[in-house]
């Protein structure tokens, strides 16, 4: 285990959010499960490009909010659309500029680096204007923040 490692708080699903969050990332896994009371597991940890994470089923005393997020750097247009699809299936919930709450309650920013990009840029009145369209955006539109950046 890492020194630091982030823990999810659930309710009752966090090995289904695991499996869940697995599914989505290529060479992401399963790392394993503690058996909790009644065979139902306690937790599941998961490891993302080496980064592990930790569901517990801690009950319905905590939930989780916005105030922590994972941030998913994107390559491109296509992966932004993979992940925004399949982290909204069965109940979750867009925001703007490329949040979202999946079905489980995490929240999630599935960012392009094209967005990072144009924000960044030495040209403040370019990244001024992709920052504008960025929020008006939900799911981040590439192709719109570049329109935007170049002022067409």
């Not at 296509?78 to 867009?94: F, H, Q, R, T, Y």
């Amino acid at each position: 285990m890492k020194k630091v490692t982030t823990f999810l708080w659930f309710n009752d699903r966090a090995e289904e959010a695991a499996r869940f969050y697995v599914s989505l990332f290529k060479g992401a896994e399963l790392v394993g499960s503690m058996p909790g009371p009644g065979g139902k597991a306690m937790s599941a940890t998961f490891r993302v490009d080496g980064q592990e994470f930790i569901c517990f089923n801690g009950g319905p005393h905590y939930a989780l909010t916005p105030a922590v997020s994972l941030f998913i750097d994107c390559e491109d247009q296509a992966e932004v659309d993979s992940l925004w699809e399949k982290l909204l299936a069965d109940g979750g919930l867009p925001n703007q500029c490329g949040w979202l709450t999946d079905k489980f309650g995490l929240c999630w920013q599935v960012i392009p680096k094209k967005l990072m990009e144009v924000l960044s840029s030495p040209d403040r009145v370019r990244a001024g204007r992709a920052m504008q369209a960025m929020l008006q955006m939900q799911k981040i539109d590439v192709a719109g923040l570049q329109k935007a950046y170049d002022g067409a």
